[in-house]
C-alpha cells in the first residue's frame, strides 16, 4: 500500500507540477497568510482544468478559527461555487469561544449531510481538549481527514502526541493527515504508526519559499520518501 500525498498548490501551474511530481492530492489556497486563506472559485476552475488530481480548497476567510453569521453565508457561497467549478471537496475547521470544535457552525457551512469527502483542518492543534475534539469529530458526517501536527507548534511538538492518538484510536489512525512542519525524519515513525496519509507544503518549493514554484523533483522526493516508509511498516506489521 503507498500512502497519500497531499501538496498545498496556489495556483494552477504548482497543481500542474504536483501531479507531475507524483502528488495524490492537492490542497488548493488563495493564499499563504495566517496559514491558508480561500481562493477566488476562478481559481479553482483553472486548477481543475490544469490536473486530473481531486482538488479540495481552503475555505477560510479570517485569521485564527472563529467565525460568524455573516461570514457563514459568504463561506457557503463559496463552497458552492468551488464545487461548481469542479472541486472534489474542502478543508475547513471552526472553534468556538472555548476553543472546543464548532460543530454547528462546520454543519451549516456543509449544508448538514455533505456528499463529499472534507477535511478538517489544524484548528484541531488549538483545541483546549484535543480528547474531546477528537469525540467530536468523529460524529461529524462527511468527514474523511483530520490534518493535524498534533501540536499547534508543529509535527516537530506535536510528533510524540501523533503516534499515541494514532495507536490507541483506530478512527484517528484512519483520519490523520499529518502535517505543519512535517519533515523527512518524523515520516517512518508516523508511517509505523499506522498513519498513511502526508501533507505538505513549503517543502516541495525550492528554498522553502512560497514565492518559488512547485519543484516537481521535490515532490517526487516526498513521494518516495513515503511509499517507502509505509511499504517497510506495513512489511513489518505483516511478518510480526
Known sequence: MSGLL???ALHAHDAERAEAGGADRIELVGSMVAGGMSPEP??????????????RVMLRLREGFGTDGGEVTRLQGLLSAYRSVGADGVVLGFLNGHTEIDDGVVLEILGGEPDFGWTFHR???SCMSTDKAWRVLRLLPGLDQVLTAGSARGVAEGLDDLVARAHADEFARRMIIAG???LPEHVPWLAR???????????ARPLGSWKAYL?????????TLIDDAVG?????????
Not at 42 to 55: E, H, K
Not at 232 to 240: E, K, P, Q, V, Y
Open 123 to 125: 484548528a484541531v492543534d
Open 180 to 182: 505543519g512542519g512535517l
Open 215 to 223: 519543484d516537481p523533483d521535490l515532490v517526487r522526493t516526498w513521494r
Open 232 to 240: 517497510r511498516a506495513d512489511g513489518s506489521a505483516a511478518s510480526s
Open 193 to 203: 504508526a499506522g498513519i498513511r496519509s502526508f501533507h505538505i507544503g513549503s517543502p
Open 6 to 8: 497531499e501538496v498545498i
Open 42 to 55: 476562478a481559481l479553482v476552475g483553472q486548477a481543475r482544468r490544469a490536473t486530473r488530481l481531486p482538488i
